[in-house]
């Protein structure tokens, strides 16, 4: 039988954080691949370990450090996730949603959400940060959405809207504080896949008819039960590495490459973060 979660399961994981802290953050952060290191920036953090949060998903995966730091980032009260789970790792789409929830009983108002993403259009450079403008919830199409199974009515709708998924003004926020950081960012559709392998040739082709800019692992669930729970959502992907266009000799994809352009991308996305945090 599928394991899904009833509010006591969320409260009882929120219950152990606010044992914790007397910090009750505004903002939720989760980090992606390589990205972590922007945690370690928080002010007067108390850190606790994924497996001391009942049913908290414990992260298996290199860069994905699996920590919970709560303290003040830009004098914001935030709640950052030191990584996350994946749906390849075995994970259920209930269990990778799971923080998310919990984040909103602890009562967060927005959730920014970052990935490592591989860059599907052409005029992406490998390092580039992302803003998400929207997203192609493939394998949701395919039954794997965080939201199956029972609705809990007080967290939200039974069918929710998703026609803005990505928060419209923390994204002309987010425009505007990479101008004056003088960052590239680019702007896109997010693909996410189940993973844990790379695409071949012919999967790349497909994702870019369908209108893809970047594609990942990872964000889409998160992103959909946030907006179940009504939390505003600003989503960043940083260009890891850009695949081969049709034609082109076929190019290795490899994990370390993902981790690599990660420590290139911290700075460019710190910066449009902490100008974010700041501007809210």
Known sequence: MPRFFSQSDFEASAA??????ELRPRVGLILGSGLSTLAEAVEDGVVIPYGEIPHFPVSTVEGHVGRLVVGRLEDQAVAVMQGRAHYYEGYSMAEIGFPVRVLQVL???????????????????????????????????????????PNVDDLGPRFPDMSRAYDLELRALARHVAREADVVLREGVYICLAGPSFETPADLRFLRVI?????????VPEATVARHGGTRVLGLSGISNVLPVEGAPPVETT??????????????????????????
Do not use: K
Not at 123 to 147: V, Y
Not at 257 to 262: N, P
């Open 16 to 21: 152990t954080i606010q044992g914790r802290t």
């Open 107 to 149: 009562g967060i108002e927005i959730l920014m959400i970052t990935n490592a993403a591989g860059g599907l259009n052409s005029e992406f450079r490998a390092g580039d940060p992302m803003l998400i403008a929207d997203h192609i919830n493939l394998i949701g199409m395919s039954g794997l959405n965080p939201l199956r199974g």
């Open 211 to 219: 209108g893809a800019d970047a594609v990942g692992m990872s964000t």
């Open 255 to 280: 994990h370390e490459e993902v981790l690599e352009a990660g420590r290139m991308l911290v700075p460019r996305l710190e910066a449009i973060i902490r100008g974010v945090l700041r501007e809210i």
